[in-house]
């Protein structure tokens, strides 16, 4: 490879590390007993460098013959690697922290290796790595609420739209919703639920955020969740819903340094607790105070850690992935699976009553046109594609599968693959059921809506008594 190759080729050079020290040789025995058992770790820093980790001490390493082997893996590092390029544990502050750390990537496992020798990889990026962190224990509690996430690779297609006709329907049903506007970067669906000045409340899910990471106590906490950062939708009253919409807007009234909140959110408090896990937190105070029954979230666009927390970190009944027929959007949703993959943790469940990341989501075929002229066998080929893009997490019968085996057929109408449909009609571009409730009962909009509305209820569990 030459130096461009070298530098950006990370995938190649974590395989050629694996292959190093998967075979058996008199050079791997000797590694294997200074290791005694526990794993390498080949830590990856903010810029993308490379160093090795050892769990023994500098002067055991000295006494062992395992240089000729730690110098084929710095060759195989290459240009990647740092210099030093070897650390032992007794070198390191809080070095039992690296070997206990939940972010740790499996590369080689000793089951995998005919040396025995393990490999893992710590990712320290500038954002907490949550696409690739399963749910951790603490954030793990029993929800309050079932909950939706409303996640799309790309902004306009629908999706805050789909939110607030779920979040209707489900009110329709007697249900006690909460809509929480999680794209920060971008905030606005609560626009379409609250009217804007006294409408809004005191403020929004980034003041709560900031106040639990400077130390907030629980009391005053849940306090604010009751009282300060949740409204009440005038379409309960408008449309005369059995239940009601509460929502929970990005900001409220009285926020100040919105934009200068933000950028600290995602940041571990100073107690040490990740983002995904205060914004488990957050949720759970509102689904408690509230006595909420659904909670819908509408996560920013996008391959990005702050948008993963909504995924794979919040425990959902349902991802909604929306999707549309480009081949932008299957590529995108290929890089993200591949990048899923490489935690097998993430699909490992104990037995088929435990969350199943891969169970719960569900594509939806956003903007769907009618199909005429250019656009005749739209939803099927969006159903070939959705299945195709699928497969990359879906288990293969080699008998080494993760945890449960899970591989519905192509046209398995219950399976993620399988879209739900909202349909595209220029009229709703602009629509804003405040401004105009009476159209929420009118056949453009059932149209556009029903057959998503219609599986969300059923996956949901709610009685399908009227729809729209």
Same mark, same amino acid.
């Given at each position: 490879m030459n130096d461009i190759d070298q530098l950006l080729g990370w995938e190649t050079v974590e395989q050629q590390l694996v292959h190093l020290l998967e075979k058996k040789s008199p050079l791997h025995q000797d590694l294997h007993q200074l290791v005694a058992g526990e794993a390498l770790i080949v830590v990856r820093n903010w810029y993308g460098q490379l160093i090795l980790l050892l769990p023994c001490t500098r002067a055991k390493l000295g006494r062992s013959q395992c240089q000729p082997l730690l110098i084929k893996l710095q060759q195989a590092a290459g240009a990647l690697a740092l210099s030093p390029w070897v650390m032992c544990r007794d070198e390191l502050f809080s070095a039992s922290d690296y070997w206990s750390d939940p972010a740790l990537l499996p590369l080689l496992d000793a089951d995998q290796s005919e040396s025995g020798l393990q490999l893992q990889l710590l990712e320290r990026q500038d954002k907490e790595s949550d696409w690739l962190s399963p749910?951790? @224990?603490?954030?793990?509690?029993?929800?309050?609420? #079932?909950?939706?996430? $409303?996640?799309?690779?790309? *902004?306009? =297609? *629908?999706r805050s739209s789909a939110l607030t006709m779920l979040a209707i329907e489900l009110a329709r049903h007697g249900k006690r919703v909460l809509v929480v506007d999680g794209d920060f970067e971008s905030p606005g669906l609560s626009s379409s639920l609250l009217p804007a000045g006294d409408g809004q409340p005191d403020y929004g899910v980034v003041d709560w955020l900031t106040a639990q990471a400077l130390g907030a106590d629980q009391a005053a906490l849940n306090r604010m969740a009751l009282a300060s950062v949740v409204e009440s939708s005038p379409l309960n009253a408008k449309l005369g819903l059995l239940g009601k919409i509460q929502v929970a807007p990005a900001y409220g009234q009285k926020t100040e340094a919105y934009v200068s909140k933000l950028a600290r959110i995602y940041r571990q408090s100073p107690a040490g607790e990740a983002y995904?896990?205060?914004?488990?937190? $957050?949720? #759970?105070?509102?689904?408690?105070?509230?006595?909420?029954d659904v909670t819908l979230f509408d996560c920013r666009a996008g391959i990005?850690?702050?948008?993963a927390v909504a995924v794979t970190q919040l425990r959902a009944d349902i991802s909604f992935l929306f999707a549309i027929g480009t081949t932008q959007t299957w590529d995108s949703y290929r890089l993200l699976f591949k990048h899923l993959r490489r935690n097998p943790k993430l699909f490992s469940i104990d037995d088929e009553e435990s969350w199943n990341l891969r169970q719960s989501l569900r594509v939806v075929s956003a903007l769907t046109p009618q199909e005429s002229g250019a656009y005749v066998d739209y939803f099927e080929k969006l159903q070939s594609s959705a299945y195709e893009t699928f497969s990359a997490i879906y288990d293969e019968d080699d008998g080494e599968n993760f945890g449960v085996f899970f591989a519905p057929a192509p046209s398995d109408e219950d399976a993620p693959h399988f879209p739900m449909r909202v349909m595209w009609n220029e009229a709703l571009r602009a629509f804003n059921p405040l401004a105009q409730p009476e159209l929420l009962n009118?056949?453009? =909009?059932?149209? *556009? $809506?029903?057959?998503?509305? #219609?599986?969300?209820?059923?996956?949901?569990? =709610? #009685? @399908?008594e009227h729809i729209v």
């Amino acid at each position: 490879m030459n130096d461009i190759d070298q530098l950006l080729g990370w995938e190649t050079v974590e395989q050629q590390l694996v292959h190093l020290l998967e075979k058996k040789s008199p050079l791997h025995q000797d590694l294997h007993q200074l290791v005694a058992g526990e794993a390498l770790i080949v830590v990856r820093n903010w810029y993308g460098q490379l160093i090795l980790l050892l769990p023994c001490t500098r002067a055991k390493l000295g006494r062992s013959q395992c240089q000729p082997l730690l110098i084929k893996l710095q060759q195989a590092a290459g240009a990647l690697a740092l210099s030093p390029w070897v650390m032992c544990r007794d070198e390191l502050f809080s070095a039992s922290d690296y070997w206990s750390d939940p972010a740790l990537l499996p590369l080689l496992d000793a089951d995998q290796s005919e040396s025995g020798l393990q490999l893992q990889l710590l990712e320290r990026q500038d954002k907490e790595s949550d696409w690739l962190s399963p749910v951790t @224990d603490d954030a793990s509690a029993t929800p309050k609420a #079932q909950r939706c996430v $409303f996640y799309s690779v790309k *902004g306009g =297609v *629908g999706r805050s739209s789909a939110l607030t006709m779920l979040a209707i329907e489900l009110a329709r049903h007697g249900k006690r919703v909460l809509v929480v506007d999680g794209d920060f970067e971008s905030p606005g669906l609560s626009s379409s639920l609250l009217p804007a000045g006294d409408g809004q409340p005191d403020y929004g899910v980034v003041d709560w955020l900031t106040a639990q990471a400077l130390g907030a106590d629980q009391a005053a906490l849940n306090r604010m969740a009751l009282a300060s950062v949740v409204e009440s939708s005038p379409l309960n009253a408008k449309l005369g819903l059995l239940g009601k919409i509460q929502v929970a807007p990005a900001y409220g009234q009285k926020t100040e340094a919105y934009v200068s909140k933000l950028a600290r959110i995602y940041r571990q408090s100073p107690a040490g607790e990740a983002y995904a896990l205060r914004l488990n937190y $957050f949720l #759970q105070a509102v689904e408690s105070e509230h006595k909420i029954d659904v909670t819908l979230f509408d996560c920013r666009a996008g391959i990005d850690d702050t948008a993963a927390v909504a995924v794979t970190q919040l425990r959902a009944d349902i991802s909604f992935l929306f999707a549309i027929g480009t081949t932008q959007t299957w590529d995108s949703y290929r890089l993200l699976f591949k990048h899923l993959r490489r935690n097998p943790k993430l699909f490992s469940i104990d037995d088929e009553e435990s969350w199943n990341l891969r169970q719960s989501l569900r594509v939806v075929s956003a903007l769907t046109p009618q199909e005429s002229g250019a656009y005749v066998d739209y939803f099927e080929k969006l159903q070939s594609s959705a299945y195709e893009t699928f497969s990359a997490i879906y288990d293969e019968d080699d008998g080494e599968n993760f945890g449960v085996f899970f591989a519905p057929a192509p046209s398995d109408e219950d399976a993620p693959h399988f879209p739900m449909r909202v349909m595209w009609n220029e009229a709703l571009r602009a629509f804003n059921p405040l401004a105009q409730p009476e159209l929420l009962n009118a056949s453009m =909009v059932r149209a *556009g $809506f029903e057959d998503f509305l #219609q599986k969300a209820i059923a996956l949901l569990g =709610v #009685q @399908d008594e009227h729809i729209v």
